[in-house]
């Protein structure tokens, strides 16, 4: 049975698009990576840290979550010890790497979910001791998940740190926008918090060009902004969430020409083998579907 928090539970109750994000069948017999992204090798530094981009560096602070999406980049975690967290011996050690690597200003807290981490604070405080760290980004889906972990001190948490704070909410479909979560970016706003989301296409889930103008023009209404929208990754058993690149690109078109540049997030692909993110062009070009670059420049087949 797959453990979702009681919050996420209720509402998986009141939406089916909610719901099939949890309770979409896999297919088990496909022949993708358990990790695309090459998280776990290629980029791992330390125990904890993924250095992949020169100014910044990927913390995962915690492998448990409370929300478990079926279409997960990084469902191998489920099946690790539930209840990992990061120790403050690994904290030290990535601050140890991060200062060995003066370009990076910015940190992103991730896992599983952060907000769940017995050393979030901990973690905030020893990187916010590092001169060059300037940023401190949060990635979570606790808005939907775990909504008592955005309480008070949290949020005295981020204002010691006297960093600049980003947190990116993981939201995907505009039911997802209930009276909790707005309740709570209102919050971060008034912390002085930088709110921004990131959104999946999803495969009968949200891929219609009506339901994320609505989720979009929704979040920069409350002040959040719509950063990134990411083409499914291909992970182990995914193909079912994947919806055709023709189809997305079709959808952003349109978004791109009602939509205003507030609202319109960045339609990205995290290509295979770890080679980072890149934009996606949309109709108003000519271009070849099938075949793209990395940032690096390597050429790949479109999947």
């Known amino acids: 049975m797959k453990k979702i928090s009681k919050n996420l539970a209720e509402l998986i109750k009141k939406s089916p698009a909610v719901k099939k994000q949890f309770f979409c069948g896999l297919n088990p017999v496909c022949n993708d990576s358990n990790d695309p992204l090459q998280e776990d090798s290629k980029y791992l530094k330390t125990k904890g840290l993924i250095h992949k981009y020169p100014k910044r560096a990927l913390i995962m602070l915690s492998k448990k979550c409370g929300a478990y999406c079926s279409f997960c980049s990084r469902k191998r975690f489920q099946n690790e010890i539930e209840n990992y967290s990061t120790s403050r011996e690994d904290i030290s050690k990535m601050a140890e790497y991060i200062r060995t690597a003066p370009d990076i200003n910015e940190i992103i807290l991730s896992g599983g979910d952060p907000l769940l981490s017995d050393n979030l604070d901990y973690a905030i405080k020893t990187f916010s001791k590092i001169p060059q760290i300037k940023i401190i980004r949060i990635h979570t889906r606790a808005i939907l998940s775990d909504p ?62 009506q339901i994320l103008e609505k989720l979009f023009c929704s979040l920069s209404e409350l002040g959040a902004i719509p950063y990134y929208i990411h083409r499914c990754d291909k992970v182990k058993g995914l193909e079912n969430f994947i919806v ?35 934009p996606v062009p949309q109709n108003f070009w000519e271009f070849d579907k099938k075949e793209f670059k990395d940032y690096k420049g390597k050429k790949y087949q479109m999947y």
Do not use: W
Request: proline share 5%; glycine share 4%.
């Open 148 to 209: 008592d972990a955005f309480n008070e001190n949290f949020f005295e948490s981020l204002k010691k740190s006297q960093k600049t704070i980003y947190i990116s909410f993981h939201i995907n479909h505009p039911d997802e926008l209930t009276p909790i979560a707005k309740k709570i970016i209102n919050e971060c706003r008034e912390n002085h918090i930088i709110v921004l989301t990131q959104t999946v296409f999803l495969k009968g889930i949200n891929d219609s060009a």
């Open 244 to 278: 055709p690149i023709e189809k997305e690109i079709e959808i952003m078109t349109k978004l791109q020409a009602k939509l205003s540049g507030i609202a319109l997030p960045k339609h990205v692909i995290d290509t295979p083998f770890g080679y980072g993110k890149i």
